[in-house]
């Protein structure tokens, strides 16, 4: 009696040829049976069914890639993917703390150097002096006010390179530089500013390296996010500051214009390139192993309060956990990520086979990812929150969506970056928290700027240089106390006249306080006599230089005779 096949056997036996005669007897016999015949049947089906399970395997393939590290599905279509809707943001533009505060150019600036930085500074300024000269003339807010607007004059007068000594000379420099003060006492605060002392430090600050700065940078950073609110897009991004000399947490950018200098991650609004938030980059504890995800926990710390924006960075921040983090906090994310990152999924690195000009994207649940080929072998992949749909433009070159809302946000930190460096009152030093207070000057001038024209958008609206109209009218007002204190008139006719304007437009505390200020007047040198020592207080009506008899006559005013 023959024996019939079984289901298992079946298929074999019609995938596999007879290899012997036996084998093709036994099959020619089995299609004589019907139960063989049943057989068959039954084992074509669990073949059709097997080919379908594998069919549907590989279409669910296809729609789904994974991550490099195979921790995150990705899907070539958005049909699983929730849609974005923003939080309410702050409104943009001022706040109320500064709006109730502001009432002229200089109050603007006040807010950021207040009072309180003012006064520390002198403090330490006059215990550095004491340490160092042996007779020290101590100075006061008036002199350091007075000190920080002739910094940004220069900065106006685009002199930041020029010599300190051209910028007082008679023919090279500008008269309210020496109408202001003399070139001895600006060398004198110049050199002996100082911000910290070393001998009454915390124990916390030995081991800090910014312990130099940390307290006035601490003070005043804190006053960047009071005074702004920003726009719905914000930029986070890194500004060099240069500096050549001796610093331990110096850094070497190649790729930045000064390529050497000190590193600042700034958070900035896109719209008016405000800096929002500001954090100085020491580098890694001596002794310790290298930050991980150094990226995320800088935008994080440099986002903290704010809700509903968008955050706009480049590839060395953005990652995946970083854009997970920022939703939890009601934030979004649009940035270039890198093409070693492990949470992408190798199907956006392959170029080969991709036209020019194409697309290929990939979603999550919150996350979309793509890849855009702007010509043959070449590959730029961006990571977005806010985007949850394949857009892209049908103007050439065909971009998506996400790349050109990346585009109009990237250069916020840039532009800022710009806009300090066109107006800029850095001096050459070989002290790194001397090059810090001097960025401070110039991020609180633009800040000021911002505020102003925000509070006041009809002011000089007619100009294109409004900012330079700004700082210099901040300069003057800076100088103006100095020079109404002044006692005696500079040696130059154009300094003494402005001098002049500006103690008759307003009374100084010693004229009120002395009844005598007015007729008295101190003794001086002729100006006309060759080796004479005798000193003279009469002075000439037109130049105000001091004159003696023999070089003095009289005239009618009337006729000039």
Same mark, same amino acid.
């Given at each position: 009696?023959?024996?019939?096949?079984?289901?298992?056997?079946?298929?074999?036996?019609?995938?596999?040829?007879?290899?012997?005669? /036996?084998?093709?007897?036994?099959?020619?016999?089995?299609?004589?049976?019907?139960?063989?015949?049943?057989?068959?049947?039954?084992?074509?089906?669990?073949?059709?069914?097997?080919?379908?399970?594998?069919?549907?395997?590989?279409?669910?393939?296809?729609?789904?890639?994974?991550?490099?590290?195979?921790?995150?599905?990705?899907?070539?279509?958005?049909?699983?993917?929730?849609?974005?809707?923003?939080?309410?943001?702050?409104?943009?533009?001022?706040?109320?703390?500064?709006?109730?505060?502001?009432?002229?150019?200089?109050?603007?600036?006040?807010?950021?150097?207040?009072?309180?930085?003012?006064?520390?500074?002198?403090?330490?300024?006059?215990?550095?002096?004491?340490?160092?000269?042996? /007779?020290?003339?101590?100075?006061?807010?008036?002199?350091?006010?007075?000190?920080?607007?002739?910094?940004?004059?220069?900065?106006?007068?685009?002199?930041?390179?020029?010599?300190?000594?051209?910028?007082?000379?008679?023919?090279?420099?500008?008269?309210?530089?020496?109408?202001?003060?003399?070139?001895?006492?600006?060398?004198?605060?110049?050199?002996?500013?100082?911000?910290?002392?070393?001998?009454?430090?915390?124990?916390?600050?030995?081991?800090?390296?910014?312990?130099?700065?940390?307290?006035?940078?601490?003070?005043?950073?804190?006053?960047?996010?009071?005074?702004?609110?920003?726009?719905?897009?914000?930029?986070?991004?890194?500004?060099?500051?240069?500096?050549?000399?001796?610093?331990?947490?110096?850094?070497?950018?190649?790729?930045?214009?000064?390529?050497?200098?000190?590193?600042?991650?700034?958070?900035?609004?896109?719209?008016?390139?405000?800096?929002?938030?500001?954090?100085?980059?020491?580098?890694?504890?001596?002794?310790?192993?290298? =930050?991980?995800?150094?990226?995320?926990?800088?935008?994080?710390?440099?986002?903290?309060?704010?809700?509903?924006?968008?955050?706009?960075?480049?590839?060395?921040?953005?990652?995946?956990?970083?854009?997970? =983090?920022?939703?939890?906090?009601?934030?979004?994310?649009?940035?270039?990520?890198?093409?070693?990152?492990?949470?992408?999924?190798?199907?956006?690195? /392959?170029?080969?086979?991709?036209?020019? /000009?194409?697309?290929?994207?990939?979603?999550?649940?919150?996350?979309?990812?793509?890849?855009?080929?702007?010509?043959?072998?070449?590959?730029?992949?961006?990571?977005?929150?806010?985007?949850?749909?394949?857009?892209?433009?049908?103007?050439?070159?065909?971009?998506?969506?996400?790349?050109?809302?990346?585009?109009?946000?990237?250069?916020?930190?840039?532009?800022?970056?710009?806009?300090?460096?066109?107006?800029?009152?850095?001096?050459?030093?070989?002290?790194?928290?001397?090059?810090?207070?001097?960025?401070?000057?110039?991020?609180?001038?633009?800040?000021?700027?911002?505020?102003?024209?925000?509070?006041?958008?009809?002011?000089?609206?007619?100009?294109?240089?409004?900012?330079?109209?700004?700082?210099?009218?901040?300069?003057?007002?800076?100088?103006?106390?100095?020079?109404?204190?002044?006692?005696?008139?500079?040696?130059?006719?154009?300094?003494?006249?402005?001098?002049?304007?500006?103690?008759?437009?307003?009374?100084?505390?010693?004229?009120?306080?002395?009844?005598?200020?007015?007729?008295?007047?101190?003794?001086?040198?002729?100006?006309?006599?060759?080796?004479?020592?005798?000193?003279?207080?009469?002075?000439?009506?037109?130049?105000?230089?001091?004159?003696?008899?023999?070089?003095?006559?009289?005239?009618?005013?009337?006729?000039?005779?």
């Amino acid at each position: 009696m023959k024996r019939r096949l079984t289901v298992q056997e079946s298929p074999r036996r019609e995938l596999d040829p007879p290899d012997s005669e /036996q084998d093709s007897d036994e099959a020619s016999e089995s299609e004589d049976t019907d139960g063989d015949f049943e057989v068959s049947l039954e084992s074509e089906s669990s073949d059709a069914s097997s080919d379908c399970g594998e069919s549907t395997e590989k279409t669910e393939d296809l729609d789904e890639w994974k991550s490099t590290n195979g921790q995150i599905v990705w899907h070539r279509t958005e049909a699983e993917t929730l849609r974005y809707f923003p939080e309410k943001c702050a409104p943009w533009g001022p706040t109320r703390y500064a709006t109730s505060r502001i009432t002229s150019v200089k109050s603007c600036f006040d807010l950021f150097i207040t009072d309180e930085i003012i006064q520390l500074i002198v403090d330490m300024t006059n215990v550095q002096g004491r340490r160092s000269v042996s /007779q020290w003339k101590d100075i006061d807010a008036t002199d350091l006010q007075a000190y920080i607007g002739l910094l940004l004059l220069a900065a106006v007068y685009k002199s930041r390179n020029e010599s300190t000594c051209s910028l007082w000379g008679e023919h090279t420099g500008r008269a309210i530089f020496r109408a202001t003060m003399s070139l001895h006492t600006f060398s004198r605060i110049n050199s002996h500013l100082w911000f910290d002392d070393r001998q009454t430090r915390p124990a916390p600050h030995k081991q800090d390296k910014l312990a130099a700065f940390r307290t006035i940078w601490e003070k005043w950073k804190y006053r960047l996010p009071l005074l702004f609110n920003p726009g719905s897009d914000v930029c986070v991004d890194d500004q060099l500051v240069p500096f050549k000399g001796r610093c331990v947490f110096r850094q070497y950018m190649p790729r930045k214009p000064a390529k050497y200098g000190i590193k600042i991650w700034v958070a900035c609004d896109v719209l008016t390139s405000y800096a929002w938030k500001m954090q100085i980059y020491t580098g890694k504890t001596a002794g310790s192993p290298p =930050e991980v995800d150094r990226g995320k926990r800088v935008v994080l710390d440099l986002t903290e309060g704010l809700e509903g924006n968008t955050v706009t960075c480049d590839n060395f921040l953005t990652s995946y956990a970083l854009a997970e =983090e920022l939703l939890k906090r009601k934030l979004a994310l649009v940035g270039k990520i890198g093409k070693n990152k492990p949470e992408l999924p190798p199907q956006l690195l /392959q170029t080969n086979q991709r036209a020019p /000009q194409s697309s290929l994207f990939a979603f999550t649940r919150t996350h979309t990812a793509v890849s855009y080929i702007p010509k043959k072998g070449k590959n730029v992949l961006l990571l977005s929150t806010k985007h949850r749909e394949p857009e892209v433009s049908n103007k050439e070159p065909r971009q998506p969506k996400i790349i050109l809302d990346y585009n109009s946000c990237k250069g916020g930190v840039d532009n800022f970056d710009k806009s300090i460096s066109t107006y800029s009152c850095r001096r050459r030093t070989c002290r790194w928290p001397l090059v810090l207070f001097y960025n401070i000057l110039d991020v609180s001038a633009l800040n000021a700027f911002v505020l102003w024209t925000a509070l006041h958008p009809s002011w000089n609206n007619n100009k294109s240089f409004k900012r330079r109209l700004f700082m210099e009218e901040l300069g003057k007002m800076l100088v103006s106390p100095q020079m109404q204190r002044t006692q005696s008139p500079p040696h130059t006719p154009a300094a003494a006249a402005i001098a002049k304007d500006e103690q008759e437009s307003g009374e100084t505390p010693e004229k009120s306080g002395d009844a005598d200020y007015t007729s008295r007047k101190l003794r001086r040198p002729c100006q006309f006599c060759t080796g004479g020592k005798r000193k003279i207080a009469s002075t000439c009506n037109m130049c105000n230089k001091h004159i003696c008899k023999d070089h003095t006559f009289s005239y009618c005013s009337s006729c000039g005779h």
